[in-house]
């Protein structure tokens, strides 16, 4: 059973449920000048609702991260959104002390670094077009179109949301199959959410994207938060690192509809105000 973030305390840290997670707590305690601090964005930094351009970071997010990133060796943001986008939402962009922060958007496949202000990011995959058309007719075909909508993601990804439907779960589990089969024709992927269903382009993950920015920076020990099923490859890829010698902190940002991902994690909190509370202990306890 992971440990929860429910102390009264807000400089309390939690006591990590596993010597793993116990083992990279102390790491990031002892060594935090090697520290990757990894953070999903939605329902880790930023409470779910139910429009999605509506999201944004808890107001305590930034003046946390703020007070951390000096700290460690490194910040990232991982998330499905457009880097841009996140950036926007988070807040992120010109604060004080968050001069080196990393964005990793669409899984990794677009990157914005706070140094240049700029996104990277490699051509968009003609699949996610072709997709994108098909999906109107699809949605109508399988009596799912009301409640449902379709966000675009730049071009990059597009995803399906079942949250407004009368039956949010019927509906996701209605057109799991027939949005894998659009995405196999199409040279996607499906990738499965909190009551969403993104189609994006094979060979990038939370998971990816982590691990090669931690293998950048040479990080020594890495702690990754997240809420979503899209955030499980991250915490095999801290898992991996665990393995191989470099300790890590695995931290759920506490969702009953991810049970998987809470029976995996070091840590749970109470959502994004828990993170946020995380991130002040560390930046509390750090020189």
């Known amino acids: 059973m992971a440990s929860h973030t429910d102390s009264t305390d807000p400089s309390a840290l939690p006591t990590p449920a596993t010597p793993a997670g116990r083992e990279g707590l102390d790491a990031l305690l002892s060594h935090p000048d090697r520290a990757l601090i990894g953070l999903d964005f939605d329902g880790t930094l930023a409470p779910i609702v139910p429009d999605p351009e509506q999201a944004r970071a ?49 899984y990794g496949a677009e990157r914005w670094d706070a140094v240049t202000g700029t996104v990277t990011a490699p051509a ?92 950048e920076i040479g990080a020594g020990a890495v702690l990754y938060a997240g809420d979503d099923l899209g955030d499980l490859a991250a915490f095999t890829a801290v898992d991996k690192l665990r393995a191989t010698g470099t300790p890590g902190l695995l931290v759920c940002s506490g969702s009953e509809e991810v049970t998987e991902l809470r029976e995996r994690a070091d840590v749970v909190t109470d959502g994004p105000p828990g993170v946020v509370r995380l991130l002040h202990a560390l930046a509390a306890r750090l020189p």
């Open 124 to 215: 968009p995959h003609p699949g996610v077009a072709a997709a994108r058309a098909e999906l109107p007719g699809l949605l109508d075909r399988f009596g799912a179109w009301q409640g449902t909508w379709i966000e675009e993601k730049g071009g990059r990804a597009v995803a399906v949301h079942t949250r407004r439907a009368a039956d949010p779960q019927a509906a996701f589990e209605a057109l799991r199959e027939p949005l894998t089969d659009l995405a196999t024709r199409h040279g996607l992927v499906v990738e499965p959410g909190r009551m969403v269903l993104e189609l994006r382009p094979p060979g990038m993950d939370k998971g990816v994207a982590l691990m090669e920015y931690a293998r």
């Open 58 to 106: 808890h107001p305590d997010a930034v003046p946390a991260l703020a007070a951390l990133a000096p700290k460690v060796a490194a910040v990232a943001v991982v998330t499905g959104r457009p880097a841009g986008v996140a950036v926007r939402h988070g807040g992120f962009a010109g604060v004080p002390g968050l001069e080196h922060l990393v964005v990793l958007g669409h």
